[in-house]
């Protein structure tokens, strides 16, 4: 059937009917399915009929079933029958158009280009005229070209310009029936935008630029200049750049390119100085980001004139830095050079006056008006004012109006040989070794003098040495001191010559002491420790000023004073006081008075002279060994808060004004508090 029709009649019949009263019936898509009503059939004839329009793009074909049956029985009177009912096409739909017409093109394209493809649908049969769809253009036909049967547009010339019209508007018309004039059509328009290149450079508004700027100003913006450019805007086809390409070989200026509207800024970013340029002639060029194309244009260039206007200024040094060499030791009142200053304006030092403002050592005198720099005080090279033999000296020139200006003086002070080498360490220790193995020493020396006033150093015994003792070198500034002999553990002097590369050098003592080690240390100077005359006498003297004290009106007991004033020596004092069977009464009195308190002083120190000669007879009749006895010791820990500490003879009292513990001693010590407290 055709599509869009109705009232088609068809005849269904069946051989059966030649036998028996038969009836039909029709089931199926188009009848009793969706879409239903669609088919009928008389019952009586078996007549099939169409009722309405059928779109084949809807449903191009039904297939149902044809029955036959008995009219008495209604038993089937045959197999059932499959029709299928083909629904023809009707060209009934016009071409329509599927996705963007919006392409993109750029200006000066070659012809031929491809701009871009229009696409169209027709819903009708496929493989028929019915969707058979030609293209073609019906405006802009001078510039652009359609593939009738693709759809494929083209540029016809390679004269489209951005910057004359940016975009092109086209319609298309689209006709099936392969474009025959009885086919149906649309038509749409479709819009070429044409993409910009870089044809065209950056051009000034103006032929040249002035701008005047005072000498010592300070950095900063100091021009602007405006340019004009045809290209897209905020593309890299637009986007300028400057460049200063004469003028600015000293680096005074800078450019930059204002973002927002590309204009070209010029900076200043060193002083201009009016004495020594007046003007400057500025060559300023303006480009793209992007290289030019598509043209035979070139990157434009205009002069800049920049006028230095002129400002009073201070004295200025005839060079910001000047060097001078001295040699250290050099004498007072030396001329070592002249530092002047003159006007730049005037270009003349009168009246001008010099004065130092820093000179760290005080080593240089400047005359005010001369400029000279002379020696003032002795130069060391050794000194730590001198750094990698370099010492700086900051002066100031100052005019008649009271301008200043500032130089530096470097002076490079060059060695001499004025140190002799010297021996760090002279007190030198030598572990006796078992067996009768010679033992070594190191000795270094050292030269605050530079090369060649310094090392290698040469070392040699000197003249009065006793053989006991040979230098074996180890490097440039040491050697090992060694023993040529077996030697007894004791002191020993070595008189040893250490002289420079020059020969500049003298004879040095060292001394040595042989003795018996441990980890590295002579037991004596490990262990003991010793209390010279003076300080035992200081601390008698302390004891008998404190004694004076213990009159009866003052109310201090004996005890009490002994222990502040003298912490761990009270203890050997009281000790001997109360083991001495010779010693007795003025503790037993109440009260201390003069003549008994002078009585008592005497005691004390013959017992405590009597002591101090008994422990240095003992110490020097034994082995050194006996030196670690002398020492104080640590015991076992007492207890949280235990006020007993240390019973060490020479202990070390860590907490002498804490003497609450005196009120909580035991029984045995309250006769001994009794006897020395006042009543």
Known sequence: ?????????????????????????????????????????????????????????????????????????????????????????VNDNAPTFTGQLQFTVLEQSKTGTVVGKVNAIDKDEPGTDHTKIRYSLLSGTNLFYINPETGVISTKTDTLDREVNDKHFVTVDIRDMNGALNG???????????????????????????????????????????????????????????????????????????????????????????????????????????????????????????????????????????????????????????????????????GIKYYKVSDPASWINVDESTGQ????????????FVVDGVYNVTMKAVDASRKTG????????????????????????????????????????????????????SFKLGEKHDDNWAVKPLNSTAVMLAQTKELPTGLYTVPLMVVDLQGFGSTQTVTVRICRCRNGACLAQQNSTSLGVWGILAMLLGLALLLLLCESPLGYSFIHIIYVALTGWCQILVCSLWTNNNMHSPLSTSYFTLSATMSLLSRIMFTWSTFSLQKLAYLGTEEEGRYADDIIHAYGFEGVGSSAGSVGCCSDQVNQEDLDFLNTLGPKFKVLAEVCTNK
């Not at 039909?24 to 329009?53: I, N, Q, W």
Request: charged share 25%.
């Open 1 to 89: 059937i055709l599509q869009n029709r109705n009232g088609h009649t068809r005849l269904v019949a069946s051989d059966s009917s030649a036998a028996y009263n038969v009836y039909y019936t029709l089931s199926g898509p188009g009848v009793t399915e969706d879409p239903v009503g669609v088919f009928s059939v008389v019952k009586e004839t078996g007549m099939l009929k169409v009722h309405r329009a059928v779109d084949r793009e809807v449903t191009p074909q039904f297939i149902f079933q044809a029955r036959v049956f008995d009219r008495y029985t209604n038993q089937e009177t045959d197999l059932p029958l499959p029709i299928t009912v083909n629904v023809e096409d």
């Open 184 to 350: 149906l059509s649309n038509t749409a328009t479709a819009t070429i935008v044409v993409g910009d290149i870089n044809d065209n450079p950056p051009t000034f508004k103006k032929t040249s630029y002035n701008v005047s700027v005072m000498e010592n100003q300070e950095k900063g913006l100091i021009l602007r200049i405006p340019i004009e450019d045809k290209d897209l805007i905020n593309t890299p086809n637009w986007n300028s750049e400057f460049i200063i390409t004469k003028g600015n070989e000293n680096g005074n200026f800078r450019m930059e390119r204002d973002p927002k509207t590309n204009e070209g800024l010029i900076y200043l970013t060193k002083p201009l100085d009016y004495e020594k340029t007046k003007n400057l002639k500025l060559d300023v060029m303006a480009r793209n980001q992007a290289e030019l194309s598509g043209t035979n244009a070139k990157w434009v260039s205009i002069p800049v004139d920049v006028t230095v206007g002129d400002v009073d200024e201070g004295p200025e040094f005839t060079a910001p830095i000047v060097r001078f060499t001295v040699q250290e030791n050099t004498p007072n009142d030396t001329l070592i050079g002249t530092y002047t200053a003159v006007d730049p304006e005037t270009k003349s030092s009168a």
């Open 373 to 384: 720099l002379k020696i003032a005080n002795t130069i060391d090279r050794e000194s730590h």
């Open 406 to 457: 500032t130089g530096t003086v470097i002076i490079q002070v060059e060695d001499m040989n004025d140190h002799v080498p010297d021996i760090l360490s002279k007190d030198l220790v030598l572990c006796e070794k078992d067996g009768g193995e010679m033992g070594s020493v190191l000795v270094v020396a050292e030269d605050k003098d530079q090369a060649p006033f310094s090392a290698p150093f």
